[in-house]
């Protein structure tokens, strides 16, 4: 039996997104051939997840303790680490989000710094970050009215190719 981390980020309901709407399509589909897999789901937008700030990096970094924190900034800490537990043991993930202004929701990218947590979810090597978690599969649903690929051109710049639904 795999654990399935489902993240939605959207504000919009299923009825009114694209993104959403296959998203949860997909989920139904992949219950119906695996019905004895779990899938937790996670409303981004329904969860608080913390930003990261100055108090919340010292304490990530170690140049500030837990215990000197004030009380809303270790709740947030606590926040986030169980936002981490919650990644780690999920065997696959699948991410349901429109393309905001050519980026992801902001709070999908809060999230991601919950999660990517040097020696958790990556390392660092001399070849640069390397995947932890390279095992799991992933999903990801990033859509509006068009489909959108990140295209990576020779000047070291993000493009995107639009391709148009038929």
Known sequence: ?????????????????????????????????????????????????????????????????????????????QLMTANLDQFIHADKYVFATPLWNLGVPPVLKAYFDNISIAGKTFKFTKEGPQGLLLEKKHYAFNLREEIIIPVYRKAKSTAFLILKQY
């Open 1 to 77: 039996m795999a654990k399935i981390l489902y993240i939605a980020a959207n504000v919009k309901t299923v009825n009114d997104s694209f993104s959403l709407s296959v998203g949860q399509e997909f989920i139904q589909e992949y219950k119906r051939l695996n019905p004895n897999d779990e899938i937790e789901e996670l409303d981004l937008f329904k969860t608080e997840i913390p930003f990261l700030d100055q108090a919340i990096l010292g304490s990530v970094f170690g140049t500030v303790k837990y215990d000197e924190l004030y009380e809303e900034h270790q709740r947030k800490v």
